[in-house]
């Protein structure tokens, strides 16, 4: 973080950035994942305490959510579209950086639904 506090302070054109990729299981969690949900849900504490302190100081943190599976033939969750938000995500000015950028693919939407439903 020094580093980046540093940059922050050098530069009025870029914005440092801690960007932290995560799942769903921190805003969604299930008994048979609970340790891995627990690690995500402290992951997304972490990132939203840093986003508290830091913003201001003009270092960018940011947590991108991903639900659903990280494949060419998804229509939100493939590769070319995760960088690009993320990439979109970074490029924000200064002050202007938004905390969590949840990307939902439709299929693992409809997958949540499902399981709501108790598998209907």
Do not use: W
């Amino acid at each position: 973080m020094p580093k980046l506090l540093g940059t922050a302070e050098s530069s009025d054109i870029k914005t440092p950035s801690l960007i932290v990729t995560s799942g769903m299981l921190a805003k969604d969690p299930f008994p048979a994942m609970f340790s891995l949900a627990t690690c995500k849900a402290g992951q997304h504490s972490l990132v939203h305490s840093l986003h508290k302190e830091y913003e201001s100081k003009g270092v960018h943190c940011a947590l991108v959510v991903v639900g659903g599976t990280v494949d060419e033939k998804m229509s939100v969750t493939n590769p070319r579209n995760i960088a690009g938000e993320i990439f979109e995500l970074f490029g924000r000015p200064q002050g202007k950086g938004q905390l969590e950028l949840v990307l939902m693919d439709p299929e693992y939407q409809k997958h949540i639904q499902r399981r709501e439903q108790g598998g209907k």
